[in-house]
């Protein structure tokens, strides 16, 4: 059996020999393409994969009739918008995630730029702190349960809304619980954005939620550009020249943004809420654990195409 990892942003190294000790030591074949620039190299890689481990990647229709073995694919990570699940169903692919992996990660880089924003973007001039202000968190999975933490040690009052969770899971962490998007926006003067793309969540974040937000609100998105309804956010913007955007995935718009509103607005030149070597070691080798554990056991506990 073989294991492709297609990952065209790639794990660190230690991560892949950790994927490599799990794959080979179960007997399987390892093959690794990394960085890859056009799609027909993973179409080519997949044509004879047992199992596939990915992260951002792309897997459609098309990549999974190439790939005529594929038995399972593994996202190294959280959100899976980027499979095809309905397809993957059709060729009788399993497609799992590895929640909670890279948590820890994401929530840590969502404060580096909440503090960026608050500091200018590092301009020298006077900003404002993050103690004692109110942190509402859009969506209270693994994420955003980690945002709570951090915004807790930093003095933060949180806030959290969430329709998938209960209220005594956000009690438990000492974590107001807020009924609606609307009253989390209008409360907050930092927002979390932590939600999954999906169509219920797609271009939901819109000029009325933004411009809600109080005086000096400051946006941060780690989670999707998809989320985001890219021209009410650059009204917004206009219209409220307090308001600061800090980003780990670029809008469509981005350029524009930047120009319009220098110092206010912040995009990573890449998505890299994931990329540190703990993510990576977790959420890899997890993934390479779960895809052993479907080939040689049908073991499908991550699955999320039943
Ligand atoms: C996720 O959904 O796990 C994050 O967005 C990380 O994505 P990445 O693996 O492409 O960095």
Excluded at 119 to 146: C, P, T, W
Aim: hydrophobic share 40%; with cysteine; proline share 3%.
């Amino acid at each position: 059996m073989k294991v492709l990892v297609a990952t065209e942003k790639p794990f660190a190294a230690a991560a892949v020999q950790g994927i490599r000790e799990i794959i080979e030591g179960a007997g399987y074949e390892l093959a690794l393409l990394e960085k890859y620039t056009d799609k027909q190299q993973l179409l080519d890689a997949v044509a004879d994969a047992d199992g596939l481990i990915i992260r951002s990647d792309i897997v459609d229709n098309q990549v999974l009739d190439a790939a005529k073995n594929l038995k399972i694919v593994v996202r190294a990570g959280a959100g899976y918008d980027n499979v095809d699940l309905t397809s993957a169903t059709a060729h009788n692919v399993c497609v799992e995630n590895t929640p909670g992996q890279n948590s820890n990660a994401v929530a840590e880089l969502a404060f580096g730029m909440m503090v960026m924003a608050a500091r200018n973007m590092y301009d020298g001039k006077s900003g404002f702190e993050l103690k004692g202000k109110h942190l509402g968190i859009q969506a209270f999975g693994q994420v955003g349960r980690n945002v709570a933490r951090i915004g807790q040690g930093f003095g933060m009052e949180v806030e959290a809304v969430d329709p998938y969770c209960p209220e005594t899971a956000m009690v438990e962490l000492n974590v107001k619980p807020v009924k609606t998007v609307a009253e989390l926006y209008a409360g907050n003067q930092f927002v979390s954005i932590n939600i999954p793309a999906t169509p219920e969540t797609i271009k939901s974040i819109n000029y009325e939620l933004i411009t809600s937000m109080p005086k000096n609100g400051v946006l941060v998105n780690t989670a999707r550009k998809e989320v985001i309804d890219e021209e009410g956010l650059e009204r917004a913007l206009a219209d409220r020249s307090d308001l600061r955007y800090v980003s780990d995935v670029r809008s469509g718009n981005a350029d524009a943004l930047l120009e319009k509103f220098p110092g206010r607005v912040f995009f990573t030149p890449k998505k890299m809420g994931a990329q540190t070597a703990e993510a990576n070691a977790n959420a890899g080798t997890a993934a390479a654990r779960q895809t052993v554990d479907f080939l040689r056991d049908g073991i499908d506990k991550f699955r999320v195409n039943r």
